[in-house]
T-cell receptor, first 115, second 111 residues
Framework: DTAVSQTPKYLVTQMGNDKSIKCEQNLGHDTMYWYKQDSKKFLKIMFSYNNKELIINETVPNRFSPKSPDKAHLNLHINSLELGDSAVYFC??????????????FGEGSRLTVL | GENVEQHPSTLSVQEGDSAVIKCTYSDSASNYFPWYKQELGKRPQLIIDIRSNVGEKKDQRIAVTLNKTAKHFSLHITETQPEDSAVYFCAALDSSYKLIFGSGTRLLVRP
């Protein structure tokens, strides 16, 4: 069984479009995250939700809007896509708040390519 | 906020040799330091972690050391094998409970 699953795995789209990436975890974790990994492999946190409440919101353009309908799901919607948004987006979850109670479990990643 | 620097960015070793990756952090309140391994095209996965009340931790061929005074920590891999080839990330949990990653080290183990 996949612990953290995200869809789609690949997404190719034109500049200016709006797209969403969905994430679900079946680990019973309280906290979920979105990380962005650029072409140089930098892993940067974007958002974190704990029990559906936003707890971390890094300096991310407001074109990016996370939504957590319940603690097992965290979706990422991106409006007006730009070339610089091309990256791999990783969803992750943890039992408590970030590393306080253990590891981050990452999804397989969603590779977004903006043309 | 926390800043984590990682060196080297690439490391090539002969199979059987040891590999050492070093990280420094800036937030003296940071108290949790995990290491993640990311194989090509795969997700990052935790391989070992250390908390600030411990100076060293070992798990088979991998070990992590922490020097709180100097604010640096290192990953040591002994008897490297080709399957150790991957990108390794250090990270530090800052005082606002964000996990900040280093820039990654691409390790290549030559057979």
């Amino acid at each position: 069984d996949t612990a953290v699953s995200q869809t789609p795995k690949y997404l190719v789209t034109q500049m200016g479009n709006d797209k969403s990436i969905k994430c679900e975890q079946n680990l019973g974790h309280d906290t979920m995250y979105w990380y962005k990994q650029d072409s140089k492999k930098f892993l940067k946190i974007m958002f974190s939700y704990n029990n559906k409440e936003l707890i971390i919101n890094e300096t991310v353009p407001n074109r990016f809007s996370p939504k957590s309908p319940d603690k097992a799901h965290l979706n990422l919607h991106i409006n007006s896509l730009e070339l610089g948004d091309s990256a791999v987006y990783f969803c992750a979850s943890s039992r408590g708040t970030s590393g306080r109670t253990g590891e981050l479990f990452f999804g397989e990643g969603s590779r977004l390519t903006v043309l | 906020g926390e800043n984590v620097e990682q060196h080297p960015s690439t490391l090539s070793v002969q199979e059987g040799d040891s590999a050492v990756i070093k990280c420094t952090y800036s937030d003296s309140a940071s108290n949790y330091f995990p290491w993640y391994k990311q194989e090509l095209g795969k997700r990052p996965q935790l391989i070992i972690d250390i908390r600030s009340n411990v100076g060293e931790k070992k798990d088979q061929r991998i070990a992590v050391t922490l020097n709180k005074t100097a604010k640096h920590f290192s990953l040591h891999i002994t008897e490297t094998q080709p399957e150790d080839s991957a990108v390794y990330f250090c990270a530090a949990l800052d005082s606002s409970y964000k996990l900040i990653f280093g820039s990654g080290t691409r390790l290549l183990v030559r057979p």
